[in-house]
């Protein structure tokens, strides 16, 4: 049961810790900005060559679940929570 209760907060504390890395590189990855500084324009010759824009004018849907990755990464670090939880409460016979 210690073991259990051991090993997940070990997982959910690297898990939590990379949470903010997670998120800065997808939101640079998705960055709407072009190397000048301003804003991503659509059918701009120079922005459609610009390599920070190519994700927004390839597919703005991929620039949109790629911004969903942090939080679901986080649901994923509080399932691992309820599930160390729920299998220690059951080993020591309490649920």
Same mark, same amino acid.
Do not use: D, M, R
């Given at each position: 049961m210690i073991a259990n209760l051991i090993g997940g907060f070990i997982a959910?504390?690297?898990g939590? @810790?990379? @949470? /903010?890395p997670l998120a %800065?590189? @997808?939101s640079t990855t %998705? #960055? +709407?900005?072009? #190397? +000048?500084? /301003?804003?991503? $324009?659509t059918g701009s010759a120079y922005n459609s060559a610009s390599a920070q824009c190519q994700l927004y004018t390839a597919s703005s849907w991929g #620039? %949109?679940?790629l911004d969903m990755v942090p939080g679901f990464f #986080? $649901?994923?670090i509080l399932g691992i929570g309820i599930a160390v939880t729920y299998s220690s409460l059951r080993q020591a016979g309490i649920v």
């Open positions: 959910i504390l690297i939590v @810790v990379l @949470v /903010g %800065t590189e @997808v %998705t #960055a +709407t900005t072009n #190397a +000048t500084g /301003g804003p991503c $324009l #620039a %949109t679940v #986080a $649901l994923g």
